[in-house]
């Protein structure tokens, strides 16, 4: 048990439809990245959140959107929604702001229908 | 534009024997390099790492080699158990960067008795 924890662990919806994804840190950790696993695809880097401000952001489409909470948990919003979309999506969390060892959740499961 | 390539898909080795994974990268400017395990309905857990500074680093069964002149790196795992059996991702990044992980897209090992 990785301490960061993912809501819904699966999620099924259809085309055009809009969900959230939640994703609460490891205690004491700052830093939350979200990331997207496709099918036989590697882990895609979205964004990231440290303390509250976007730090860094990666190939995330301007249909998703995140925000980081002041307890520090995060929400991943997707809308629009596309057969594409469907993938794991991954939270993880580390304390400082720097790519070093990163905590990930145990992921959403998106299927869009 | 794949920056950080895991060629090989999957690999099988027999129990009690090591397993190399490999990884390949292409931005020279990549100073720091993880492994992660991942297992079935899990998130990816971290396993291993290596600062550029290092050509190797070693944690019980498993090494990681650095090759900065060919921007290779690989995990060796010896000897190889059962449990090993895991998708491993290798990924990158710029310390003080851009605090993105970059991941390959993971190769499947089976380890069998």
């Known amino acids: 048990d990785s301490g960061v924890t993912q809501t819904p662990k699966h999620l099924i919806t259809a085309t055009g439809q809009r969900v959230t994804l939640r994703c609460s840190p490891r205690s004491g950790d700052l830093s939350v990245y979200w990331y997207q696993q496709s099918l036989d695809q590697g882990l895609q880097f979205l964004i990231q959140y440290y303390n509250g401000e976007e730090r860094a952001k990666g190939n995330i489409l301007e249909r998703f959107s995140a925000q980081q909470f002041p307890d520090l948990h995060s929400e991943l919003n997707l809308s629009s929604l596309e057969l594409g979309d469907s993938a794991l999506y991954f939270c993880?969390?580390?304390?400082?702001?720097?790519?070093?060892?990163?905590?990930f959740g145990p992921g959403t499961r998106l299927t869009v229908l | 534009d794949q920056q950080v390539k895991q060629n090989s898909p999957s690999l099988s080795v027999q129990e009690g024997r090591i397993s190399i994974l490999n990884c390949d990268y292409t931005n020279s400017m990549f100073d720091y390099f993880l492994w992660y395990k991942k297992y079935p309905a899990e998130g990816p857990t971290f396993l291993i790492s290596i600062s550029s500074i290092k050509d190797k680093n070693e944690d019980g069964r498993f090494t990681v080699f650095l090759n900065k002149s060919a921007k290779h790196l690989s995990l060796h795992i010896v000897p190889s158990q059962p449990g090993d059996s895991a998708v491993y991702f290798c990924?990158?990044?710029?310390?003080?960067?851009?605090?993105?992980?970059?991941f390959g897209t993971g190769t499947r090992l089976q380890v069998f008795p």
């Open positions: 990924a990158a990044s710029v310390v003080f960067g851009t605090d993105k992980l970059i």
């Open positions: 993880a969390s580390s304390v400082r702001p720097t790519s070093d060892e990163q905590f």
